[in-house]
Protein backbone atom coordinates (compact mmCIF):
# COMPACT_ATOMS: atom_id res chain seq x y z
CA UNK A 1 0.00 0.00 0.00
CA UNK A 2 1.07 3.53 -0.87
CA UNK A 3 1.74 5.15 2.38
CA UNK A 4 1.28 8.55 0.63
CA UNK A 5 -2.05 8.18 0.61
CA UNK A 6 -4.42 10.33 2.75
CA UNK A 7 -7.07 7.24 4.83
CA UNK A 8 -10.31 9.01 2.60
CA UNK A 9 -8.08 8.58 -0.47
CA UNK A 10 -7.64 4.69 0.32
CA UNK A 11 -11.48 4.74 1.04
CA UNK A 12 -12.19 6.60 -2.28
CA UNK A 13 -10.91 3.91 -4.00
CA UNK A 14 -11.91 1.00 -2.34
CA UNK A 15 -15.23 2.09 -1.25
CA UNK A 16 -17.24 0.97 -4.04
CA UNK A 17 -15.81 -2.86 -4.10
CA UNK A 18 -15.85 -3.20 -0.11
CA UNK A 19 -19.75 -2.37 -0.51
CA UNK A 20 -19.99 -5.13 -3.13
CA UNK A 21 -18.58 -7.92 -0.68
CA UNK A 22 -20.56 -6.37 2.44
CA UNK A 23 -23.51 -6.79 -0.22
CA UNK A 24 -22.44 -10.31 -1.40
CA UNK A 25 -22.05 -11.79 2.13
CA UNK A 26 -25.31 -10.24 3.10
CA UNK A 27 -27.05 -12.03 1.00
CA UNK A 28 -25.53 -15.05 1.08
CA UNK A 29 -25.90 -15.06 5.36
CA UNK A 30 -29.90 -14.52 3.91
CA UNK A 31 -29.87 -17.22 1.48
CA UNK A 32 -28.86 -19.52 4.79
CA UNK A 33 -31.30 -18.61 6.70
CA UNK A 34 -34.30 -18.81 4.09
CA UNK A 35 -33.18 -22.32 3.18
CA UNK A 36 -34.32 -25.38 5.25
CA UNK A 37 -32.70 -26.70 7.81
CA UNK A 38 -30.05 -25.07 10.24
CA UNK A 39 -26.29 -24.90 10.17
CA UNK A 40 -26.25 -24.50 14.21
CA UNK A 41 -23.82 -27.37 14.23
CA UNK A 42 -21.38 -27.15 11.33
CA UNK A 43 -18.22 -25.56 12.60
CA UNK A 44 -18.13 -23.22 8.50
CA UNK A 45 -21.17 -21.04 10.60
CA UNK A 46 -19.65 -20.33 12.79
CA UNK A 47 -16.16 -19.47 11.28
CA UNK A 48 -17.77 -16.72 8.93
CA UNK A 49 -19.37 -15.83 12.04
CA UNK A 50 -16.16 -15.30 13.83
CA UNK A 51 -15.06 -13.77 10.85
CA UNK A 52 -17.71 -10.99 10.79
CA UNK A 53 -16.78 -10.12 14.73
CA UNK A 54 -13.08 -9.87 13.93
CA UNK A 55 -14.11 -6.81 10.59
CA UNK A 56 -16.36 -5.30 13.09
CA UNK A 57 -13.37 -4.80 15.70
CA UNK A 58 -11.00 -1.68 15.08
CA UNK A 59 -7.65 -3.67 15.56
CA UNK A 60 -4.76 -3.20 12.97
CA UNK A 61 -4.09 -6.61 12.31
CA UNK A 62 -8.04 -7.47 10.81
CA UNK A 63 -6.85 -9.63 7.89
CA UNK A 64 -4.20 -11.18 9.77
CA UNK A 65 -6.33 -12.50 12.52
CA UNK A 66 -9.11 -13.70 9.36
CA UNK A 67 -6.28 -15.58 7.81
CA UNK A 68 -5.19 -17.16 10.89
CA UNK A 69 -8.93 -17.79 11.90
CA UNK A 70 -9.58 -19.96 8.18
CA UNK A 71 -5.96 -21.58 8.14
CA UNK A 72 -4.43 -24.62 9.34
CA UNK A 73 -2.24 -25.17 12.16
CA UNK A 74 1.04 -25.78 10.54
CA UNK A 75 2.20 -29.53 10.69
CA UNK A 76 5.85 -30.17 9.66
CA UNK A 77 4.28 -33.64 8.38
CA UNK A 78 2.43 -32.14 5.82
CA UNK A 79 4.23 -33.90 3.13
CA UNK A 80 3.44 -37.20 4.07
CA UNK A 81 0.21 -36.84 5.10
CA UNK A 82 -0.94 -35.11 1.98
CA UNK A 83 1.02 -37.52 0.40
CA UNK A 84 3.58 -35.28 -1.63
Known amino acids: MNSQQTASQVLDRHYLEARARILEIAAIFDRIDRA ?34 FSREYNADWRDEMGV
Open 36 to 69: QGSTGEDPRDALLRQGIEILSDSAANRAEQVQKL
